[in-house]
């Protein structure tokens, strides 16, 4: 499985941006998609994920402010990010689970700051 991320830049403090994830494949086939995001210097964290049902889930962090959908006609998962924050500064990494294994997209920095 291949996964391409895309859309990060830099926005204002909040501002919006959505990013968006393309598969190489059906991603009705995968067992979930998700976006996780690295802070400089901290551990990945798991930002919200879609699974193969539709079904979706967020961290606390982000709920209420970033929504994921998918487009499954173009094989892409997005993340809609809304009332963006400076701490939401990071690098931003699609994940797909695929029976027992894992793939990651490339990152995309998304850098808020005024």
């Known amino acids: 499985v291949q996964l391409q991320a895309s859309g990060g830049g830099l926005v204002q403090p909040g501002g919006s941006k959505r990013l968006s994830c393309a598969a190489s494949l059906s991603i009705l086939s995968l067992n979930y998609m998700a976006w996780s995001r690295r802070h400089p210097g901290k551990q990945r964290e798991l930002v919200a994920v879609?699974?193969?049902?539709?079904?979706?889930n967020y961290a606390d962090s982000v709920k209420g402010r970033f929504t994921i959908s998918r487009d499954a006609m173009k094989n892409t998962v997005y993340l809609e990010m809304n009332s963006l924050k400076p701490e939401d500064t990071a690098v931003y990494y699609c994940?797909?689970?695929?029976?027992?294994?894992?793939?990651w997209g490339q990152g995309t920095l998304v850098t808020v700051s005024s």
């Open positions: 879609i699974s193969n049902s539709g079904g979706t």
């Open positions: 994940q797909a689970r695929r029976g027992i294994s894992d793939y």
